[in-house]
């Protein structure tokens, strides 16, 4: 699978992908990253890929020739690419599109900077627009390495255990159960009893009304969906 980013900054995203298991997916070609930058693609003699707001505003926004002209070269060169804008107006980023997203041959995030990005940019190039979060960031490229890292691990044997996926947060509307490791006992706290006994399908039921407790604290949103 291909993940491009357009962005004016790469080098911020570049070093996520150096380490562990997404280098790894790399190296193994289960997936495959590159960037594109719209400053490369302007035709302002002074190299701008920003301008004022019109009818007033602060802050200036990114204008549509360089980004525009960026995505086509992106689409002249791939078929099936599937467009991503990151946006904190747009609809949240959820773990099942990460799955969706996951099965695309070529997915492309494009980051905005400064306040944004020109409206008709979106409009025209846009196959879906995400939000990771109620709040600003000071550009799109970390929501992008959100997206790009949950969308990844779902792809086909990036994972060096494709189970564990099957028992993570918001698999079937759940937060997952909270899970202990050696040494049994830590200073005063010991793990669970029940988790040291060997009995797979006890274990099995306290872990979901586990995550169902943890989930009625903690997202009582996505409790109320279960109840």
Known sequence: ????????????????F??????????????????????????DKHNRV??????????????????????????????????????PVAKPFKQNDAKRLAKKEHVVFVSGRYEGIDERVIETQADELFSIGDFILTGGELASMVLCDAIARNV?????????LSIESFEEEL?????????????????????????HSKITDLKRGLALCKTKYFRPDLYKKKV
């Open 1 to 16: 699978m291909r993940f491009s980013f357009v962005t004016l900054f790469p080098d911020l995203i570049k070093g996520y």
């Open 18 to 43: 150096t380490q562990s298991i997404l280098k790894r997916a790399i190296e193994d070609s289960k997936i495959s990253i590159d960037f594109i930058n719209p400053r490369d693609f302007t035709t």
């Open 50 to 87: 920003d301008a004022p707001m019109i009818g007033g505003g602060a802050g200036m926004l990114m204008t549509p020739q360089p980004i525009v002209d960026a995505i086509s070269s992106i689409r002249s060169k791939s078929n099936n690419t599937h467009i991503v804008f990151l946006s």
């Open 156 to 164: 086909n044997d990036v994972l060096g255990n494709s189970d564990s």
């Open 175 to 199: 937060l997952e159960a909270p899970s202990f490791t050696k040494p049994k006992k830590y200073k005063n706290d010991e793990v669970i009893s029940e988790f040291l006994k060997g009995n």
